[in-house]
């Protein structure tokens, strides 16, 4: 079993940056892949950023391009999201989860942390 403990959220006007972590725990952590989703009210979760864990490779949703940035450290089994520029419309839960296998869904989730961007 892996568990993720997410921290970092909370409330910040717009224009302003956050850091979200991740922390992977439990038995021998092996994924293939770490990424971070959100959820607004009323709207689907959607995948803002991952990253292949041993190759560093990323990918970002369009929304988020140029604003954030994933990273992970391999020594602490955490994955960031640095986010900048903040939006009223980032605002949601945001959701760490850890894939396994290069293809499928993700296997693991975080409880979630709130981000709240005010105008």
């Known amino acids: 079993q892996v568990q993720l403990v997410e921290s970092g959220g909370g409330l910040v006007q717009a224009g302003g940056s956050l850091k979200l972590s991740c922390a992977a725990s439990?038995?021998?952590?092996?994924?293939?892949?770490m990424g971070w989703f959100r959820q607004a009210p009323g709207k689907e979760r959607e995948l803002v950023a991952n990253?292949?864990?041993?190759?560093?490779?990323?990918n970002y949703a369009d929304s988020v391009k140029g604003r954030f940035t994933i990273s992970r450290d391999n020594a602490k089994n955490t994955v960031y999201l640095q986010m900048n520029s903040l939006k009223p419309e980032d605002t949601a839960v945001y959701y760490c989860?850890?894939?396994?296998?290069?293809?499928?869904?993700?296997?693991?989730w975080g409880q979630g942390t709130q981000v709240t961007v005010s105008s």
């Open positions: 990253i292949i864990w041993s190759a560093g490779i990323t």
């Open positions: 989860a850890a894939r396994l296998h290069r293809w499928g869904p993700y296997d693991y």
């Open positions: 439990g038995r021998t952590f092996s994924s293939y892949a």
